[in-house]
């Protein structure tokens, strides 16, 4: 007659009493006493013509069948002449081994080593560059399995998202990193050897709509203040380079849309291009120019209502030559592109909290699907320091003119 095996089920477990509980195969479970812990995972066998134990694991969070395939597992490594006590003393080492010699684990060694010559700025800029665009990807990765093309595309994902300053000087980083790696002989290969930056970059190229620089925003803010046209089209202007949202979605504010106890818009669904609400946190200086629309069309039913036609919102046009004029070739639609590269470069924000404020879909439908959070209150912060980021260039450059005209 054959051994029995798989004797014991999820619920013969709950009545066990103190004792061993054998399952077969060698495999049982041992109940101390009461409490949940105090249930642990054995199983016996013989090495080398001694009888060893191996320690699988405290029940429930190694179910039973779990248990099972571990005891599966050390069988095999019998069948082979593995210990697998050893084994399992082995494959911790190696976890260990990985996890130190982790690309995370390597950079903050590298930082802290190299940071007694670098200011706290330099150290500031790497560790960010590092945590926002490379940890996300290769963290977790050990330092000897990183390969040229894991570097190529960190870089190219920088780039693609219009920071191409930024994304050299990743690269440059990532060059000082491996050369330092291969110095203390954590790799035997530098995987950015053949990179070059005038290669990867060149002919790289991303079509975005026309967007300001952030040394021409601030000019750009006075000369629209100085803007001889309708107000409300200057207001409206305004509002969306403080907000950053699309232009349709500026012009078809409704005032049902603003709680000004709150400090927030809500952008229905069908004015979304990703036909989803938005809620947008408003600053001081955003409520300021909502106020500023009040007086000229509360009683209409856009906040940026058409001073030719008030049952319409402001044409997209009307937007886009005001910015156009202004800003030298810039587009309304562009003004996003400037928000999101300045806030990049900044290091002070993370992608996704940028990317929520734009309200822009993850192309992956599965992380997309999980993604459940907006952000709100990164968002309201990020916010707040855009607008301060905004009055300060305005009040540099006139700073600048003031200067020039003296």
């Not at 699309?246 to 291009?273: C, Q, S, Y």
């Not at 910015?323 to 810039?330: E, T």
């Amino acid at each position: 007659m054959g051994i029995s095996i798989n004797k014991l089920t999820e619920l013969s477990i709950r009545s066990l009493t103190v004792g061993k509980h054998f399952d077969g195969g060698g495999l049982y479970l041992l109940v101390k006493g009461t409490q949940p812990s105090s249930r642990l995972w054995r199983m016996k066998y013989r090495y080398g013509g001694k009888e060893k134990l191996l320690a699988i694991g405290k029940y429930p969070e190694i179910s039973v069948k779990e248990a099972r395939l571990a005891r599966d597992e050390a069988k095999r490594n019998l069948r082979d002449g593995i210990d697998p006590s050893q084994s399992k003393v082995t494959a911790k080492k190696i976890l260990a081994d990985e996890i130190s010699n982790s690309v995370k684990a390597c950079t903050y060694r590298w930082i802290e080593k190299m940071s007694s010559g670098w200011g706290d700025k330099t150290r500031h800029t790497t560790e960010s560059l590092f945590l926002r665009d490379v940890f996300p990807y290769i963290g977790g990765k050990p330092i000897t399995q990183v390969g040229t093309l894991d570097i190529l595309s960190i870089v190219l994902r920088v780039e693609k998202r219009g920071a191409n300053f930024q994304a050299k000087r990743l690269l440059m980083k990532l060059g000082a990193f491996f050369r330092w790696a291969i110095v203390n002989q954590l790799v035997k290969d530098n995987p950015i050897i053949s990179l070059r930056g005038a290669e990867i970059f060149k002919g790289y190229k991303v079509t975005h709509r026309a967007a300001l620089s952030s040394n021409a925003i601030g000019q750009f803010l006075i000369d629209l203040e100085g803007f001889s046209g309708e107000r409300i089209v200057r207001l409206a202007v305004e509002f969306l380079v403080h907000t950053a949202l699309r232009p349709g979605e500026v012009r078809h504010i409704r005032w049902e849309d603003i709680d000004f106890d709150k400090g927030t818009l809500t952008i229905p669904a069908e004015n979304m291009k990703m036909r989803r609400a938005h809620v947008v946190p408003l600053t001081e200086r955003s409520l300021a120019l909502l106020r500023d629309a009040q007086v000229l069309n509360s009683r209409r039913t856009f906040v940026f209502a058409s001073p030719v036609k008030p049952s319409q919102p402001l044409s997209e046009n009307t937007l886009n030559l005001v910015v156009k004029k202004l800003g030298n070739g810039a587009t309304s639609h562009g003004m996003r592109a400037t928000f999101s590269t300045i806030a990049h470069e900044s290091l002070n924000w993370s992608t996704e909290v940028i990317e929520a404020a734009l309200s822009h879909q993850d192309n992956n439908r599965i992380r997309a699907a999980y993604a459940r959070t907006d952000y709100l209150e990164q968002r309201i912060k990020l916010m707040r320091w855009w607008s301060n980021y905004l009055s300060s260039k305005k009040m540099q450059a006139g700073l600048a003119l003031i200067k020039q005209a003296c």
